[in-house]
């Protein structure tokens, strides 16, 4: 079924969506960050459905959602000082904390490890559907396994319909980035995944911060890995995809020319809207993802604009990129997945 909240939630709509998640059922509901696809994280079975609709590996775990902070001893233990200080300040929120877990949680949630992820989401669709369905939901991102993240219902339909028992529309995601991820190990946390929550925030909380280094760089076989998700292909369209990253506005224009040219016109660009009318394709080839002065915009445009681009089918998508502070960093690195790590900057110039 199909429910469409968003204007208001409708409280009878509301009490059958939560009624299927109690159930053993999947539902596609929105929360601040992109749409997950949800099922009562205690039930084995009900799990069990998520990962065959989304084609995922079972070895990935999957993120608790909770309704609020009192439920966190039900299902996580021996919380550190400095995780319930990054608890106090970023939750309910765009942030995942890994923690130790309780017994409660079925291993097919955790893929096993002895930790899990929870997190509290801060959209009024998605706290009130955990309010009253009463129990923890286990919620990926809502996309077929290393597609981009859904951000709005139009999006993921297609791939997801009949696969799940209900769809709340609450319309397009506020961030449109997933939750930032952070382990804290030895009292220093670790930044397993950027988000919309910084490194600067949390090295305010904490005192100290630390990015994992798979953040920009591809794995290397036999790496060991903090978090499974690392491992997969993410984010990623049919259609090859190049970022380009020159910090003189000059350069990049260039360099963008330059590819267009190289690709017989072929292309389409996601380039931010002051560039607009300085990089020649024609207009639907453009795909504004916003001011480079505005980070906030580029991500929540960024997985609806790489859809459209990969639906005209070109030779290749051209994506600007941003610099690597603040939000920039979980932005940067999506897109590097996204391109298979094809990102042309300075100094790999070859003119
Ligand atoms: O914003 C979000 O976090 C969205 C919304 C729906 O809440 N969810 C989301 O879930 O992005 P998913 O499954 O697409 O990404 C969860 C990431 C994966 O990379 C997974 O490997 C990692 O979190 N993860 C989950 N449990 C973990 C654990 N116990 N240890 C390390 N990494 C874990
Ligand atoms: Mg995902």
Request: aromatic share 6%.
């Amino acid at each position: 079924m199909y429910y469409n909240w968003k204007e208001t939630t409708n409280t009878e709509e509301l009490k059958i969506v939560c009624n299927l998640i109690r159930n053993g059922e999947l539902v596609i509901f929105p929360t601040e960050t992109v749409y997950g696809i949800g099922a009562n994280a205690l039930d084995e079975k009900a799990v069990g459905k998520i990962f065959i609709a989304k084609g995922r590996p079972s070895d990935n775990p999957l993120i608790v959602h909770l309704a609020d902070k009192n439920q966190i001893k039900e299902v996580a233990q021996n919380i550190t000082e400095v995780e319930q200080k990054l608890i106090d300040a970023f939750m309910p929120g765009p942030f995942t904390l890994i923690l130790e877990r309780k017994s409660i949680i079925p291993d097919i949630v955790t893929a096993g490890l002895d930790t899990v992820a929870i997190r509290i989401p801060d959209n009024v669709i998605a706290r009130g559907i955990l309010t009253y369905s009463g129990v923890p939901i286990a919620a990926p991102s809502a996309n077929l396994s290393g597609k981009p993240s859904g951000t709005s219902v139009e999006d993921i339909r297609k791939e997801l319909e009949g696969k799940v028992s209900a769809i709340v529309d609450g319309g397009e995601t506020d961030i449109g980035l997933e939750s930032t991820v952070v382990k804290v190990i030895h009292e220093v946390p670790l930044i397993l995944r950027p988000g919309k929550i910084t490194p600067e925030q949390i090295e305010k909380v904490a005192g100290i911060v630390r990015l994992d280094s798979n953040i920009f760089e591809e794995i290397q076989q036999n790496q060991k890995i903090e978090s499974p998700g690392m491992k997969y292909k993410h984010y990623a369209p049919e259609t090859k995809c190049r970022v380009i990253c020159f910090e003189d506005e000059l350069d990049q224009l260039f360099y963008m020319k330059r590819a267009i040219k190289e690709y017989r016109g072929d292309v389409v660009v996601l380039g931010f809207t002051e560039h607009k009318e300085k990089i020649y394709v024609s207009e639907n080839r453009y795909i504004d993802i916003g001011s480079k002065d505005h980070l906030e915009e580029v991500a929540q445009k960024l997985y609806t604009s790489l859809r459209k681009a990969d639906a005209l089918k070109p030779q290749i998508i051209l994506i600007e990129g941003v610099k690597q502070e603040g939000l920039g960093i979980a932005i940067m690195n999506r897109l590097l997945r996204t391109c298979s790590y094809d990102c042309i900057k300075e100094n790999t110039i070859k003119i």
